[in-house]
């Protein structure tokens, strides 16, 4: 596997609070992307970082905010949690060629009460 | 952009018997091809994957994959399926030479003993 690790792996939090996940990877990639993962809706990209400072949105970004200060961490950041935010979030880097495989971390499930 | 639709949300079949997923997308230029498997409770893995070349790809745990080109198709099959193969399956496209991949919506497989 990869060496990608996410933490926390759970985390409850209530609406209205700031909520930051990371993502921590060995295997320098330039790559990093953040995904929801929800029933009937599969993998959805929420952010994506092509390098150290430079990030750009996917599909729902909305409510979400990335970082990228290191090569090996990205983080993403929910301002004020919504309970539309409930889902699993998915970390997931690539090498940046053009065959762009993807390489998952373990996931962080987070509910909003 | 491009798109991913899998027909099949939910399969049951019985140990032995053969296995076929559907996955068709949307795209007029280069692609790469992905099918990801998520066994309960984990992250995604890479099953198989196409990029150029013999269109039928073998993947891990006896799996393979035809593309085929004038129907916009990455089928998945195997000819046997085993109780452990129970798990979710996510088609994915990539276009050449970008760095966004588009999952399908998944397809859970049941296999019963």
């Known amino acids: 596997d990869a060496g990608i690790t996410q933490s926390p792996r759970h985390k409850v939090t209530e609406t209205g609070t700031p909520v930051t996940l990371r993502c921590h990877q060995t295997?320098?990639?330039?790559?990093m992307y953040w995904y929801r993962q929800d029933p009937g809706h599969g993998l959805r990209l929420i952010h994506y970082?092509?390098?150290?400072?430079?990030?750009d949105k996917g599909e729902v970004s909305d409510g979400y905010s990335v970082s990228r200060s290191k090569t090996e961490d990205f983080l993403l950041t929910l301002e004020s949690a919504t309970s539309s935010q409930t889902s699993v979030y998915f970390c997931?880097?690539?090498?940046?060629?053009?065959?762009?495989?993807?390489?998952f971390g373990p996931g962080t499930r987070l509910t909003v009460l | 952009a491009q798109s991913v639709s899998q027909h099949n949300h939910h399969v049951i079949l019985s140990e032995a018997a053969s296995l076929e997923l559907g996955c068709n997308y949307s795209?007029?230029?280069?692609?790469?091809l992905f099918w990801y498997v998520q066994y309960p409770g984990q992250h995604l893995q890479l099953l198989l994957k196409?990029?150029?070349?013999?269109?039928l790809v073998k993947g891990i745990k006896g799996f393979e994959a035809e593309f085929i080109k004038s129907k916009f198709s990455f089928n998945l099959r195997k000819p046997s399926v085993q109780w452990s193969d129970t798990a979710e399956y996510f088609c994915?496209?990539?276009?050449?030479?970008?760095?966004?991949?588009?999952f399908g919506t998944g397809t859970k497989l049941q296999v019963i003993p």
């Open positions: 997931a880097i690539s090498e940046g060629t053009s065959y762009n495989e993807q390489f």
């Open positions: 295997e320098n990639h330039r790559y």
């Open positions: 970082s092509y390098g150290v400072k430079d990030t």
């Open positions: 795209y007029g230029g280069t692609v790469n």
């Open positions: 196409y990029f150029s070349g013999d269109p």
């Open positions: 994915a496209v990539n276009a050449r030479g970008y760095q966004k991949v588009t």
